[in-house]
């Protein structure tokens, strides 16, 4: 049996990846959330996707979880004379709001609120920061004069970022609310949020996804310095994070993106929170066959921190070779998690009289008991996937196995670093389901005998509590 990878791989779906084929090739060779961008595509198009990956994992045997990326509030320009127009530093230039088609002398956006949002002295980048811009007046109603401090070409539908600005516009726009009830009613597993600003940008969502009764959990894309402030409160209100390099890079200073990087994975890993490093992991593979070796660093390098997932985006999506950036990929993955110092980032529970305290100590002590004894496997049964979060939270060497008789839990926990769910609903006894989980285990090649195995629960089992027993046994 192929040994199960314990960093997850998102992957971008697209043009390139869309074909039956080339998706369940991706799959197989490590794949374990695909990515939709609500920013492109039609809803029939991320219907087909939909389609195309459940039917694979029905044929397979697989628990492909199902990512629907919210476009946020993307602030673009609008058309620009034949998609190509020069704008020269020094020169100045009118940013509308009344849509035309730009020259190098007015371009227009579709964010209504910008000349009553920006501020003279203010920066304006477009196109990913390659070009940027000053404020240097504005009517406060519907034109902004920019000065051009680098210039280059600037073509349609370019992005535009205001590090320095508040921006008014929802965290979820008109358009984020048309593709949520897409998603939801589609039954996806993670929603991304995108531009957070506060914890009360998650509150909103979760309260719309608890009123349509359904399991999507929420994931907070860090790309916007105001979400730095409130970080605590952000990763204490969403249920995973994404640090999100693209805009961030673009909206704090570039420099700065490493250390928050290694900052969110170490906050997020103590808080038992999922965390996914993405933009530009492998871009050059986007057209050539094999990554750069500051790719290949990059990747290595999140996989050292202990990220749960790593990104592709453009690489599968549009790019030439979507099957090999995931083979590369996975083949970073797999040497890096050879070596110590990606294991064991215990944290111990806070003591606290709630009831969690019990579940995370049976948790904690598994790991640590796992350490000791080298155990193959860490085995729990669980129908909230509560444990699987906290048991990959301390990293441990031991494969981490979830039964559950919950078959949401299957696809959601393909994000959580080191966890392969089954689904298993015999819950008879606490001994009967020990070994017959065992057997299923053996049987599959999973583990072998002789092997020292852990196992947590809940007793009585058959009630489906809180997780308080731990036992150590061979297979």
């Not at 990913?128 to 406060?140: A, C, I, P, Y």
């Not at 979820?172 to 039954?187: G, I, P, Q, R």
């Not at 003591?351 to 860490?378: H, M, T």
Request: with cysteine.
């Amino acid at each position: 049996m192929k040994e199960m990878k314990r960093t997850k791989i998102v992957a971008t779906m697209g043009p390139a990846s869309g074909a039956k084929e080339t998706l369940q090739t991706m799959i197989e060779e490590g794949v374990n959330v695909v990515r939709m961008n609500f920013s492109h595509g039609s809803h029939d198009d991320h219907l087909k996707i939909i389609h195309t990956v459940r039917e694979i994992d029905k044929e397979k045997g697989t628990h492909t979880a199902i990512l629907a990326d919210l476009q946020g509030p993307k602030l673009r320009v609008d058309e620009v004379k034949d998609n190509r127009v020069e704008l020269v530093a020094g020169k100045e230039i009118i940013i509308g709001t009344k849509k035309v088609l730009g020259t190098e002398k007015r371009i227009s956006t579709n964010y209504e609120h910008f000349a009553n949002d920006v501020k003279a002295g203010e920066a304006v980048k477009l196109d990913d920061g390659k070009l940027h811009l000053r404020v240097v007046s504005t009517n406060g109603k519907d034109e902004v004069v920019c000065k051009i401090e680098h210039g280059g070409i600037l073509s349609s539908k370019k992005g535009i970022n205001l590090p320095n600005t508040k921006i008014s516009l929802p965290c979820l726009t008109e358009k984020d609310t048309v593709d949520l009830e897409f998603a939801l009613e589609h039954n996806v597993d993670w929603v991304g949020l995108s531009f957070v600003r506060s914890a009360r940008d998650i509150i909103e969502l979760k309260h719309i996804i608890k009123q349509r009764e359904k399991h999507a959990m929420v994931i907070a894309k860090i790309e916007k310095p105001e979400a730095l402030d409130e970080l605590d409160d952000i990763i204490k209100e969403t249920d995973a994070i994404m640090v999100a390099r693209g805009d961030l890079g673009v909206e704090v200073p570039m420099q700065n993106v490493p250390i928050i990087q290694k900052d969110l994975i170490q906050r997020c890993i103590v808080a038992a929170k999922p965390v996914i490093v993405a933009t530009q992991m492998m871009e050059s593979m986007i057209s050539d066959i094999t990554p750069t070796r500051a790719e290949v660093n990059d990747v290595a390098n999140a996989v050292l921190d202990g990220a749960d997932a790593v990104m592709l985006s453009g690489e599968t999506s549009v790019g030439a070779h979507p099957i090999e950036v995931i083979k590369a990929m996975a083949k970073i993955i797999d040497e890096v998690e050879r070596h110590d110092q990606i294991y064991y980032h215990e944290t111990v529970p806070a003591e606290s009289n709630e009831d969690r305290y019990i579940s995370d100590s049976i948790c904690y002590n598994a790991c640590r008991l796992a350490k000791r004894v080298e155990a193959k496997a860490i085995i729990t049964m669980t129908f909230s996937g509560y444990t699987g979060f906290k048991v990959s939270s301390q990293r441990p060497r031991a494969r981490t196995y979830c039964f559950t008789g919950n078959r949401k839990i299957l696809t959601l926990m393909s994000l959580v670093w080191g966890v392969k769910a089954f689904y298993y609903d015999k819950m008879v006894s606490t001994d009967h389901t020990i070994a017959d989980i065992k057997y299923i285990l053996k049987k599959q090649g999973y583990i072998a005998e002789g092997d020292n195995i852990i196992n947590i629960a809940s007793i009585p089992i058959a009630e489906q509590g809180m997780t308080n027993m731990l036992k150590l046994s061979k297979a």
